[in-house]
């Protein structure tokens, strides 16, 4: 399980938490000269790493920080991890009570999706069809839903909209008063016919939001036409929503819009295969020595297990740095499929992962911005430029003090997970060179002091 953090705040004591949460002082500092010279570096640990499939990923809860942020919807034939799709199931609901639709004219509807580029992934510049079926389940709010999960739907199709994505292209509106530019969103045409009974239901429907959603349970979400394309749409954007265009004596030409909310249900169905693959020939008991993976939505995971700390003996461990680089096999296709931003370590609780204590304590020193260049000084995990090679190769280095001293103290199994940053808002994907490669092997650094 990931922590999902978005929010970008300036802390203006930082520079100070951060001389005082830091170690590394000790090396070069004339005010701490008994403990320089008792200051001692090792890096010559035996390193395992265990490719592992992920079950599922928390999709939806009612507690907000573990609702996902990005909404995926696609489908890629990856020639490294192979097939992975996304699906949306979302539930608009009433912004307000909505009874003036009753007896009104409908002109049209239309669904309003707001893009996420972070979301966007394989390839950009061929056509796709995102089709939208009705919800005939009504799912309960306050239930985890996992990204194994699916609820029933009519077969009806209700609108669909063949395009090429532009996730970064503005979009001009054209209404009956007036013409707006408006953020990049994808707008799919909705069919009158299928939501006619929308128009003739009882009031009481329209003042209840659960009344509304027992009658219009949702919206199915789903591409087709793709072999090679993720999109990523932000639900909770203003922009986002359905949109019902009416006309009603002596008013005409208006708008109600059903919108999304953190207080609606919004889960997206994952499924990934990797039949064939390199990835799936990484996935047995033994451990991987060329290569290792991680992956976003609710894709592989790795293992590190760390054998060696005991060599430390009665120590303190000043600070803790690992150097891991991911590459591009051959067959792979970097220009579709660049690795995450970000990538995090974890620790299993309760067969859950979390995120490690270090990144847990750079989020909060950070305000959760994991995009400040102070969040890459506490903690690391930032995709570093690549070395064109060949091979391309890019670097990520973390701080991994806080989970090295739990485990040498005893208090932490001795594995270190890896994934992406946020995996669940993410398709992105990495392939990790293994211990045994004579230049770009992991490396754990530690500099400790002997007591």
């Known amino acids: 399980m990931t922590l ?68 995926l919807c696609g489908h890629v034939d990856d020639p490294i991890f192979g097939t992975y799709s996304a699906a949306i199931y979302a539930q608009p609901i009433l912004p307000t009570i909505a009874t003036v639709l009753i007896g009104s004219m409908l002109d ?53 909209l063949t395009f090429v994505p532009r996730p970064k292209d503005s979009v001009t509106v054209i209404r009956p008063t007036d013409t707006i530019r408006v953020a990049p969103h994808v707008r799919i045409p909705i069919s009158r016919v299928a939501l006619g009974d929308i128009l003739v239901q009882d009031s009481v429907v329209y003042q209840n939001q659960d009344s509304f959603l027992n009658f219009f349970n949702g919206l199915y979400i789903k591409m087709t036409g793709a072999t090679n394309t993720m999109l990523g749409f932000n639900l909770l954007n203003s922009v986002s929503g359905l949109s019902f265009y009416y006309d009603k004596d002596p008013a005409m030409d208006l708008e109600f819009k059903f919108i999304f909310t953190s207080g609606s249900i919004k889960v997206v169905h994952m499924e990934h295969d990797y039949t064939g693959t390199i990835v799936e020939s990484a996935l047995t008991p033994e451990p991987e020595e060329d290569l290792w993976f991680i992956q976003g ?50 620790e299993k609780s309760d067969s859950v992962l979390l995120n490690s204590s270090d990144v847990t304590s750079a989020l909060s020193l950070t305000a959760g911005n994991f995009r400040s260049s102070s969040y890459g000084i506490l903690y690391g995990g930032v995709l570093g430029k690549p070395d064109p090679g060949p091979p391309v190769v890019f670097k990520y280095t973390m701080k991994v003090t806080r989970q090295l001293i739990d485990i040498h103290t005893g208090k932490k199994e001795n594995v270190i997970y ?18 045994g490669h004579p230049t770009y092997a992991p490396r754990l650094k530690v500099y400790y002091t002997s007591i």
Do not use: W
């Open 108 to 160: 049209s509807v239309v669904l309003q999706l707001r893009y996420d580029t972070l979301g966007s992934y394989g390839d950009l510049s061929q056509p796709v069809t995102l089709e939208v079926y009705r919800m005939t389940e009504n799912p309960g709010f306050k239930q985890n839903y996992y990204s194994n999960t699916t609820f029933m739907t009519s077969p009806q199709l209700l609108g669909s």
């Open 418 to 435: 890896f994934n992406p940053f946020d995996k669940g808002d993410v398709p992105h994907r990495a392939v990790f060179f293994g211990p």
């Open 4 to 71: 999902y953090f978005r929010r970008f705040f300036f802390v203006p004591f930082l520079l100070c938490l951060l001389a005082a949460c830091t170690k590394p002082v000790l090396i070069g500092s004339d005010l701490l000269e008994d403990e320089k010279a008792n200051l001692q570096f090792t890096d010559q640990f035996d390193l395992s790493f265990f490719t592992e499939k992920t079950d599922s990923i928390i999709v939806h809860s009612d507690n907000l920080s573990l609702q996902l942020i990005t909404y």
């Open 297 to 346: 939505m609710a894709g592989v995971r790795t293992a590190m297990r760390l054998e060696g700390l005991d060599v430390l003996g009665n120590a303190i461990i000043n600070q803790a740095e690992l150097e891991v680089y991911c590459t591009f096999p051959d067959g792979d296709m970097g220009h579709l499929y660049p690795p995450p931003a970000f990538i995090v370590t974890q």
